[in-house]
């Protein structure tokens, strides 16, 4: 079946350091990729729509400079979280939809961010 | 307004027996999907299910099935044969139009504790 996958799995770090997420297709094409932040025990929030070869679109109240997204080939996208803050762990978890359309969005297995 | 509704407490089920996640949806595009993800405590999304709009028969894979009363506006998931393994929070999406690159509604989720 389809496969995304999402890197790092974990990531701690030190408040004011930037942490780059990466979401790959492994094997299908995605014009699209999604971003979504879950808090414990909540629903995914979605953060942003990356599209291949343009900007992002990023749902209100998502800061664009906080959250860096670059879709730079049919296969991959990235999260920059930028300058991180403690306010700023959370679960980060990517989807991937095939271009042909008409199928379920593929998940990456997520990153759990901690800032110190 | 909310566009899925999952309000049912968490659920203690029985290992092998079926239990039953609810589902509502609210939208006026004719043409949508609905979507049933399962999310153990490691964190990823895994696809159960897809229904969409117009397929007159509901839904099956494997031990899920999905109870789709279009009038009702309600999506249901039937787990049959509950397993250990089932113990996770299960969440209903709904993309609304039926091309991809349209974005994900999620309901809050599910949660199923299966029991020996």
């Known amino acids: ?116 | 307004a909310q566009k899925i509704t999952q309000t049912q407490p968490g659920m203690f089920v029985q290992e092998k027996e079926a239990v039953t996640l609810d589902c509502t949806y609210d939208t006026s595009d004719p043409s949508y999907g609905l979507f049933w993800y399962k999310q153990p405590s490691s964190g990823e999304m895994i696809f159960l299910i897809y229904q969409g709009s117009y397929d007159q028969q509901n839904a099956t894979e494997g031990r899920y099935s999905l109870n789709f009363q279009k009038a009702r506006k309600s999506a249901n998931l039937v787990i049959s044969a509950s397993q250990l393994g089932d113990s996770a929070m299960y969440f209903c999406a709904m993309r609304e139009g039926l091309r991809g690159n349209n974005r994900l509604a999620f309901g809050k989720g599910n949660q199923v504790v299966v029991i020996p």
């Open chain 1, 1 to 116: 079946g389809a496969v995304v996958s999402q890197h790092p799995s974990r990531v701690i770090c030190k408040s004011g350091t930037s942490v780059k997420i990466e979401c790959r297709s492994l094997d299908f094409q995605a014009t699209t990729m999604f971003w979504y932040r879950q808090f414990p025990k909540q629903s995914l929030m979605l953060m942003a729509t990356s599209n291949e070869g343009s900007k992002a679109t990023y749902e209100q109240g998502v800061e664009k400079d906080k959250f860096l997204i670059n879709h730079a080939s049919l296969t991959l996208s990235t999260l920059t979280v930028t300058s991180a803050h403690p306010e700023d762990s959370s679960f980060y978890i990517c989807s991937a939809e095939d271009r042909r359309g008409n199928q379920p969005q593929h998940f990456g297995d997520g990153t759990r961010l901690s800032i110190l």
